[in-house]
């Protein structure tokens, strides 16, 4: 397990008339803390697709538990749950402005070939980060 | 059970640099498609507002099966699967351009006062209208 | 000149906690707008795109003169003002549901070649078309 | 003249399948740099809002000179122009990763009564605090 935070404020676009963050923004908000979460392995996704390689996202599943508001500065914790294989699996947890867990969520990616759009088995030098994370 | 079809023409602000509908864009259909389902009974979403009453999302799960393309014109259906009580359930399908589901997708909804901001039981001129539909 | 109407309505995701369609997404309807209004006049903007052309957004400009709100119906003029030459230049309005005027919007695009991302003059069968329009 | 600077992430859903960052989110930053500019002076839009005064968009204007790409760090200067009295006026310069001007835009913004939505003149404590600036 590897676990990786991201601060993010709550912008003023980013809310609806019920006065909440809109659920749809919390995929993005996933999105942004994963990219932190690999940055901070050593893979920047950018790279990543530099090299010919996509990821995109084959599932995910949200739980709203509180409803987060504009301009509180939340927490996104990226976990990366698993060893990844054909396929990366990871959890969230987002923490409102009081350190309350307001969202959890999950999302599956896959590796794809930016040419063919084929899957592919995870890059041999993301596999190698991140078995020292998970076999160290 | 209780189903409603939706047209929905993907926007290029939609797309992602990977040259698919960006996943995040999803729940926004689904929102769309939920708010024509709920036209199609007779009680707009809107009115329901006026009213006082909220419908915030609760959960959702999104399996993204085939991308989905700029300009594509897509087919969203929005499933009413149970007699709604504290909860609405609704179930979503998107078909993309040659009939295929690209993804499938599940939200609950809760009711909540939108003053006390407590959840509430389904309304009862909604629930009438549910009754309708599965104990006919 | 040449305009084309486009109805579009107002997605919950798109109201912000103000109450008011979020300002970010009037040039979100104006593309869809002008889309629509090229493929009105024979040219899709995703044919464009597959033959190897892109129309980027130079400038924009919009008047915000009554806010819209959650849910209403509102009709995106898309108007090509002058004959397209190096840029094409549109001018919007965007009519809320009792038919006044919300916003009126400019912007101009320019043609790239989608391989060396240079500026292009405007494809002849545009041109051809334009030319009807403007010249007949 | 008061200007401040925010750093802000280009994300992967604000991207767009030609490569760039989409148009439609360069109000968002500036929205976002304007929030930070303010907080810098002392007075955070949230408390202007919870205060019972609104600060809607009443026109805007961009000027896109350079592409921006995924994951870039760009440079958000929010600058006040001119004192603010019914109108509070704004420029923002958007500085791409390597410091170069990828976009110039405006927007004039007024002050509005939460409760009537009537137009209000710049808040006293506000008008303090930039005389403070603009007349030292």
Do not use: W
Request: charged letters at 25%; glycine letters at 4%.
């Amino acid at each position: 397990m590897y676990s990786h935070d991201t601060q993010i404020r709550v912008r003023y676009g980013e809310t609806d008339q019920m006065g909440y963050l809109h659920h749809s923004n919390y995929p993005r908000y996933f999105e942004v803390a994963r990219v932190e979460c690999m940055r901070s392995l050593g893979f920047p996704y950018g790279e990543l697709e530099r090299s010919g390689i996509l990821m995109p996202v084959l599932n995910m599943e949200c739980k709203f538990l509180k409803p987060i508001y504009y301009d509180e500065m939340v927490v996104v914790r990226a976990i990366i749950t698993q060893m990844p294989d054909a396929r990366m699996k990871l959890a969230y947890k987002v923490y409102n402005s009081q350190a309350n867990v307001a969202c959890e969520g999950r999302t599956d990616l896959c590796f794809v070939d930016a040419t063919t759009r084929k899957p592919m088995r995870c890059p041999a030098h993301i596999a190698h980060i991140m078995r020292a994370v998970f076999m160290p």
